[in-house]
């Protein structure tokens, strides 16, 4: 059998510059909370309502190259004058003298884009305007890996307005020193610490059912922080920053899956300035502990997105496997303590005419996964196998076959 793989490289050329333009043509309804209005739609682009800002958005994304040190922004904003003939369902008082507009960029697997959603609504001279078009512009920002900044593009009330964005790598309580702070480029000597605030989910991802979400404030979720030393209202050298941090390798129920859908890094966003920030409930430890917790359970992996094996959905997996070929697979159980049972689990999937079959074995244990042959309407199948087996080193060779 040959096997014939296809390389896609999307090449993306910039000017300094690039126009958007749309235009405007009688009304469309949506849907705003639980009732249903009539707004100008827009050709060729979707106009929707931001429930968490309470405001109308379209959202345009063009795709760009990797460059890091690349930042965009919103001008020439153009307008023009609604018709007053159209009936829509607005009242002017909710509506800026100048739009709203939010500049970020995106990955999704290799391909970059930037993304601008601007409220296509505003009020000029007690009339209707809607916006229709912008410039996007590309700025070259000269930025040190060791700094970490990134300052949001953003106008009026998008929170935070700027900031400092870091990464964490693994989930846990996290401690950001002073100088860490420093190193930011944050001006620690000026900042009310009472006002330091940290946004993110980090390597959290939504839930893929939509009632599931509700209440949570995507992207820019406060976290609740703990701080130590700066009770006196400065932030010295031995003061530092304790709050729950998610990484990107999150084991996710929804999607199966321990990597992240959507980014490739866990990112947090620190900021001061205005209201205080939410801080955390401290209480006071128990003098005597009934059952003390002396050990917990900690899952190791290895999952790669290499192979869509049916060339649909959401469904990556890893190494493949042709021709009775075989894989071995180390992990170091570091801590382990004496005599613990190791839980295994194989995850796999196969396309192909006639059955198919996986051995799994770790050191004298061994199982099979059996999948099935592909029929008319199935592209693929996929099972998975677990077992419990206690081994007697900590360097764990597990081989696939």
Not at 248 to 275: F, K, M, P, R
Not at 349 to 376: C, I, K, P, R
Request: glycine share 6%; proline share 2%.
């Amino acid at each position: 059998m040959r096997l014939l793989t296809l390389f896609f490289l999307p090449v993306c050329l910039w000017s300094q510059q690039i126009d958007v333009q749309w235009n405007w043509q009688g009304t469309e309804k949506i849907h705003v909370g639980d009732l249903l209005k009539r707004v100008p739609k827009a050709i060729g682009h979707t106009v929707f309502y931001e429930e968490e800002h309470q405001r109308f958005a379209i959202s345009i994304s063009k795709q760009l190259g990797d460059n890091p040190n690349i930042q965009y922004s919103v001008e020439n904003v153009q307008t023009q004058e609604f018709q007053s003939d159209l009936e829509v369902d607005f009242d002017l008082d909710q509506f800026a003298a100048r739009p709203h507009t939010m500049v970020y960029k995106t990955k999704g697997r290799d391909v970059h884009q930037v993304v601008v959603q601007i409220e296509p609504f505003i009020v000029k001279n007690n009339k209707l305007h809607a916006v229709s078009g912008f410039t996007i512009v590309r700025h070259a920002v000269k930025q040190l890996v060791a700094q970490r900044v990134q300052h949001l593009t953003s106008i009026n009330s998008m929170p935070p307005q700027s900031g400092y964005r870091f990464e964490v790598n693994q989930t846990g309580i996290h401690k950001i020193t002073a100088a860490f702070l420093r190193d930011l480029g944050m001006p620690i000597s000026t900042i009310n610490p009472e006002t330091l605030k940290i946004f993110g989910r980090g390597g959290k991802m939504l839930s893929l059912i939509n009632s599931e979400n509700e209440g949570v404030n995507y992207g820019f979720s406060e976290n609740h922080l703990h701080l130590v030393g700066m009770d006196d209202g400065s932030i010295d050298d031995e003061d530092y920053i304790l709050f729950y941090a998610y990484g990107s390798t999150e084991w996710n129920d929804d999607s199966q899956t321990a990597v992240n859908l959507y980014h490739d890094q866990a990112h947090y966003i620190i900021s001061y300035g205005g209201e205080n920030g939410l801080r955390v409930n401290v209480q006071q430890s128990s003098a005597i502990i009934d059952n003390p917790q002396t050990s917990a359970s900690v899952s190791l992996h290895t999952e790669e997105d290499l192979v869509n094996i049916a060339q649909m959905g959401r469904k990556w997996l890893g190494d493949s496997f042709l021709h009775n070929s075989s894989k071995n697979y180390s992990f170091q159980l570091t801590n382990r303590k004496a005599a613990t049972a190791i839980d295994i689990k194989l995850a796999a999937a196969a396309s192909a005419t006639g059955g198919s079959y996986f051995d799994l074995n770790v050191e004298n244990a061994s199982m099979s996964l059996n999948l099935a042959a592909t029929q008319t309407l199935t592209r693929a199948s996929e099972g998975t196998i677990s077992f419990s087996t206690t081994t007697a080193s900590n360097e764990l060779d597990v081989q696939l076959r």
